[in-house]
């Protein structure tokens, strides 16, 4: 009989990822999670066979939480709050730019990574006026969205994320 789990693998993962962002891919061995979790590093062993299978896993959790931030954003938010309250539910936990560099690697996850992109696109071209532009038009608001919070995370002041919005559409 399998002993439950006192420590999640969501719990792992946080933990993952919180060591991957602060201090990088080298930083995430057992030993150093299971500081962080409390967790035996055998037991970690058992659970994911390897440190790059651990991460990958955490990664893979954290883009799947990024796509249900977009599927509740999309329900949530009221069509006719536009594409700036979408935006601002959609920002979560984890920075799409950083978990993007994370996933650049491993071709699942940066499939995961691209998946995310178009749901996000749908969702700004919805709340779009319908055009033949709308696809495109949502392409380049993602990529100022993106850009902003990159920059804006380096200490830039950059620009007004609203009034690009208002001259691309």
């Given at each position: 009989?399998?002993?439950?789990?006192?420590?999640?693998?969501?719990d792992?993962?946080q933990q993952?990822?919180a060591?991957?962002?602060?201090s990088?891919e080298?930083?995430?061995?057992?030993?150093a999670?299971?500081?962080?979790?409390?967790l035996?590093?055998?037991?970690?062993?058992?659970?994911?066979?390897?440190?790059?299978?651990?991460?990958?896993?955490?990664?893979?959790q954290?883009?799947h939480?990024?796509?249900?931030?977009v599927e509740?954003?999309?329900?949530?938010?009221?069509?006719?709050?536009?594409v700036?309250?979408?935006?601002?539910?959609?920002?979560?936990?984890?920075?799409?730019?950083?978990l993007?560099?994370l996933?650049l690697r491993d071709p699942?996850?940066?499939?995961?990574?691209?998946?995310?992109?178009?749901?996000v696109?749908?969702?700004?071209?919805?709340?779009?006026e319908?055009s033949a532009?709308?696809?495109?038009?949502?392409a380049?608001?993602?990529?100022?969205?993106q850009?902003?919070?990159?920059?804006g995370?380096?200490?830039?002041?950059?620009?007004r994320?609203?009034?690009?919005?208002?001259r691309?559409v």
């Amino acid at each position: 009989m399998a002993r439950t789990k006192l420590i999640s693998d969501r719990d792992v993962f946080q933990q993952v990822l919180a060591l991957l962002l602060q201090s990088g891919e080298k930083s995430v061995t057992f030993s150093a999670v299971s500081t962080a979790t409390g967790l035996a590093p055998t037991t970690l062993v058992q659970r994911f066979s390897s440190c790059n299978a651990m991460i990958s896993a955490a990664i893979s959790q954290a883009w799947h939480d990024l796509d249900a931030l977009v599927e509740a954003a999309s329900t949530d938010a009221a069509l006719n709050k536009g594409v700036p309250g979408l935006l601002k539910m959609l920002t979560g936990p984890v920075d799409a730019g950083a978990l993007l560099t994370l996933s650049l690697r491993d071709p699942a996850l940066l499939e995961q990574a691209k998946d995310w992109r178009g749901k996000v696109e749908q969702a700004i071209a919805a709340r779009l006026e319908v055009s033949a532009k709308a696809k495109d038009t949502a392409a380049l608001i993602f990529a100022a969205w993106q850009g902003r919070m990159l920059w804006g995370a380096g200490g830039g002041k950059g620009f007004r994320l609203g009034d690009a919005i208002k001259r691309l559409v």
